[in-house]
């Protein structure tokens, strides 16, 4: 069973930077992508950044330039460096893995199955 373990959210002022982490465990069968989703208070989940098995990255248009997603395989870690953060960035954020991507809008995006149990981002003005 695979189990994907968060970590490193927190509260930041706007402007300041947090990097995830998620790490890993119990990997069968394929795994093509794997990415970081968001969901704020009232509002749908959303795919943050992900990355696929030949590397493509990913983002939703309201992060790039500022986070960046990044994987150590040997480690079986997936990160999320996030910069100049804003108050609409606040959301829970949640790391998943899954065995296909779909292409539309001009990208490839993960189509997870797996899903970890979040770490809280909070940035205040």
């Known amino acids: 069973q695979v189990q994907l373990v968060e970590s490193g959210g927190g509260s930041v002022q706007s402007g300041g930077s947090l990097r995830l982490s998620c790490a890993g465990a119990?990997?069968?069968?394929?795994?093509?992508?794997m990415g970081w989703f968001r969901q704020a208070p009232g509002k749908e989940r959303e795919e943050v950044a992900s990355?696929?098995?030949?590397?493509?990255?990913t983002y939703a248009d309201s992060v790039k330039g500022r986070f960046t997603v990044s994987q150590d395989n040997a480690k079986n870690t997936l990160y999320l460096q996030m910069r100049t953060l804003r108050p609409e960035d606040t959301a829970m954020y949640y790391c998943?893995?899954?065995?296909?991507?779909?292409?539309?809008?001009?990208?490839?995006?993960?189509?997870?199955?797996?899903w970890g149990q979040g770490t809280q981002v909070t940035v205040s003005l």
């Open positions: 998943a893995t899954g065995p296909s991507r779909r292409y539309y809008h001009g990208e490839w995006h993960c189509e997870p199955n797996t």
């Open positions: 119990g990997y069968t069968g394929s795994r093509v992508c």
């Open positions: 990355i696929g098995v030949d590397g493509a990255t």
